[in-house]
């Protein structure tokens, strides 16, 4: 990478982190409603797995999808005003926050429902394996998602059928408010996978380079015909499972700590340290970053609400 592809990834999860502060704001303030997943603390994640996939590969995710969203390439503005169920958004004010998604950028979903993705992943991988396209389909989940059929069902048939999928699961160290290890009978997420004869990695999600690193060698071996391989990525959410969530569960010790591990901090020690960029390079990023997630909220209140004609669009495929 150049030094402005280096700085593009710092600015997509100061850009990230930002739209997730004005969220939480804007929920308590009864703007957004239904449930809302934060993606804080875990942007180095995302920003490093999409920051290694070639254009036809694939991405589809979980209901903490908004810093996908942004990876993948759709504006602040188009997730603001979905959050706010305004017509301007990526499902033009009817799906919310679990239901981002555009297709024309390669970006599947967002999917509500613990794990009902998975299956899917595999379909996209089968339907790309069948026409002979170079893609790999990267699924992300969360550790919790490990625990029921769909993630059994929909790894053991991309195994089977030598399917072009990456599976990663984003371990947070929580399924809701319940620890991985009273939730599973196997606490490393990843020795899952060798039930199915999956080759499995594991690495650090809150350092970006390394997640980066990783998944451009994962993805090429599975374009290459190797078949699906599975990572689980180690990271951690400041914030709670959703809104609302008293947090009880945690200690503020504990939060804390990972805290210190910030994911932008460390990127951005990295980028000094490497003299990829000075502080008053970054600071102008964050300047930039901060005014962006400004214009997409005024812009956002702005949008107009759906009308009555929004019920029956994208309900049929018009050919």
């Known amino acids: 990478m150049d030094s402005k592809e280096y700085l593009n990834l710092y600015h997509q999860m100061v850009v990230i982190r930002r739209l997730e502060e004005r969220a939480e704001e804007l929920y308590q303030q009864g703007k957004i409603g239904g449930f809302l997943h934060l993606y804080i603390g875990q942007e180095a994640v995302s920003t490093g797995l999409i ?11 979980a209901y903490r999808d908004h810093g996908v969203a942004i990876n993948c ?21 009817k799906g919310g926050s679990m239901h981002l998604a555009d297709v024309t950028k390669n970006f599947w979903g967002g999917h509500a429902i613990v794990g009902s993705h998975l299956p899917l992943a595999s379909g996209l991988a089968l339907g790309d394996k069948y026409q002979g396209n170079k893609a790999v389909t990267i699924c992300m989940f969360g550790d919790g998602a490990s625990n029921i059929g769909y993630f059994h ?4 048939l991309a195994k089977v059928w030598t399917l072009p999928v990456l ?31 999956m080759p499995n990695f594991e690495v650090d999600g809150m350092d970006i380079m390394a997640v980066r690193e990783i998944a451009l060698r994962l993805i090429e071996e599975v374009r290459a015909g190797s078949g699906p391989q599975f990572l689980e990525v180690h990271t951690y959410r400041f914030v709670g499972h959703s809104m609302g969530d008293p947090q009880r569960y945690r200690k503020a010790e504990e939060v804390k700590k990972w805290e210190e591990n910030d994911p932008i901090g460390i990127y951005r020690l990295f980028l000094t340290k490497k003299k990829l960029a000075k502080e008053s390079d970054l600071d102008a990023l964050d300047d930039q970053a901060a005014a962006e997630i400004e214009d997409a909220v005024q812009f956002a209140e702005a949008s107009p609400e759906p009308g009555p004609e929004e019920l029956f669009r994208n309900i049929y495929v018009e050919e």
Do not use: C, F
Request: net charge negative; no cysteine; glycine share 10%.
């Open 51 to 61: 920051s290694a996939r070639q254009p036809q590969d694939r991405v589809i995710t």
């Open 167 to 197: 599976w990663v699961v984003e371990n947070n160290q929580y399924g809701m408010g319940t620890t991985v290890e009273r939730a599973s009978a196997v606490s490393d997420i990843r020795r899952k996978a060798d039930g199915y004869d």
């Open 73 to 93: 390439g759709i504006t602040a503005r188009e997730v603001l005003s979905e959050l706010l169920g305004k017509v301007t958004g990526t499902s033009h004010g």
């Open 153 to 156: 069902e929909a790894l053991n």
